[in-house]
């Protein structure tokens, strides 16, 4: 099955993002959020690919998934256009590392978000560099 693409002027991707930042800025739950994913490049996209960090003490044990899932609902109400939203909290480290590399959308404790986003990138560029080493050792040996 394809997937349908979508292409927008740079004006209208602004409107979206402004509209993505008002939803998530409305949503208590969100501690932090960015945008990523070819709705960020100048090439069509297939949906909106959001990374959201959610506060802990809102949100029930198991629930992680359910909602990530009415999120995406509300925003893809709203916009009219298909959006993936990820959670950055159960996330496996490449998918949070992706996220976090995308374009900020909101973020309402930035000294939290600064130190969850230093502590990946550095355990991903020390996970990196043993792994090349290891590499470079089986190749060499």
């Known amino acids: 099955m ?26 208590e739950e969100v501690l932090f959020a960015y945008l990523h994913g070819s709705f960020l490049l100048d090439v069509p996209f297939e949906d909106i690919d959001i990374a959201v960090y959610l506060r802990e003490d809102m949100v029930s044990n198991g629930e992680w998934l359910k909602t990530a899932f009415r999120l995406a609902d509300t925003i893809e109400g709203r916009l009219g256009l298909p959006v993936d939203v990820q959670v950055l909290n159960t996330a496996p480290r ?19 978000r600064c130190r969850f986003v230093e502590r990946l990138w550095l355990e991903i560029m020390d996970f990196d560099y043993h792994a090349r080493q290891m590499l470079k050792e089986a190749l060499q040996g």
């Open 2 to 27: 394809e997937m349908r693409r979508f292409s927008l002027s740079p004006e209208q991707k602004q409107q979206v993002k402004a509209q993505i930042q008002h939803l998530l800025e409305s949503r």
């Open 94 to 112: 490449g998918v949070q590392f992706t996220g976090s590399a995308g374009e900020l959308l909101c973020s309402r404790d930035e000294e939290f």
